[in-house]
């Protein structure tokens, strides 16, 4: 099945220390993106690639990251992270021309900030 | 910033009751979806309605979207436990989705 994949689905990291969470697609969407979500609260929009364009959203702290290798692939690098960033991390994909912007969550990476 | 304002924001009930979460703007959207989302995962599309005054059912699931695109409603028929978790409502236009608050319905056995 077509699916949209994350790994590590837990993720702990001490105050400070960088992390990396990634993001795989077998949609071959050409959109990807990044979403913050803290507890039983609407996503929160970080950035997105449409292709190989990075668009950060403005209020988007410079601690965070992006890189996209691959239409399959997408990194979230969180350089310090801090006791706030502590949250769900969800990536989603969407392939705008085929459709009316649907958006395909993964399960998410869930960070804990020691 | 288009805003989408979800209604309630908790609903509790007992098992075969029925329940009707509401998603409102100002803003027109070209199509709105609904998510729904259990604890420690991620969000998973329940519809997409893309044209005014549009319903669509899902089982004990009844969607509308309202004639100007800039409302939906989202009816669940005797509730079952399986259908707690959260609600999301979404508007898309481009590309990028504006999600309301979110509805957390808990179904008591």
């Known amino acids: 099945d077509a699916m949209v994949i994350q790994n590590p689905r837990y993720q702990v990291t001490q105050f400070g220390k960088p992390v990396t969470l990634s993001c795989s697609q077998t949609l071959n969407h050409n959109v990807m993106y990044w979403y913050q979500q803290k507890s039983s609260q609407a996503p929160k929009l970080l950035f997105h690639y449409y292709d190989k364009d990075f668009n950060n959203e403005a209020d988007t702290p410079d601690n965070f990251q992006s890189r996209r290798p691959n239409t399959s692939f997408c990194f979230l690098d969180i350089r310090s992270p801090g006791l706030g960033d502590a949250a769900m991390y969800l990536c989603?994909?969407?392939?705008?021309?085929?459709?009316?912007?649907?958006?395909?969550f993964g399960p998410g990476t869930r960070l804990t900030v020691l | 910033t288009q805003l989408l304002e979800q209604s309630p924001q908790f609903l509790s009930i007992q098992e075969g009751e029925n329940l009707t979460v509401y998603c409102n703007s100002s803003s027109v959207f070209s199509s709105l979806q609904w998510y729904r989302q259990e604890p420690g995962e991620g969000p998973v599309l329940l519809v997409t309605v893309v044209t005014g005054g549009e319903v669509k059912k899902l089982k004990r699931l009844t969607f509308q979207f309202g004639d100007a695109r800039k409302d939906s409603s989202l009816h669940i028929t005797a509730a079952q436990p399986g259908d707690t978790g959260l609600y999301l409502c979404?508007?898309?236009?481009?590309?990028?989705?504006?999600f309301g608050a979110g509805t957390t319905v808990t179904v008591r056995a």
């Open positions: 979404a508007g898309s236009n481009d590309y990028k989705l504006s």
């Open positions: 989603a994909t969407s392939r705008p021309a085929g459709g009316p912007g649907e958006q395909f």
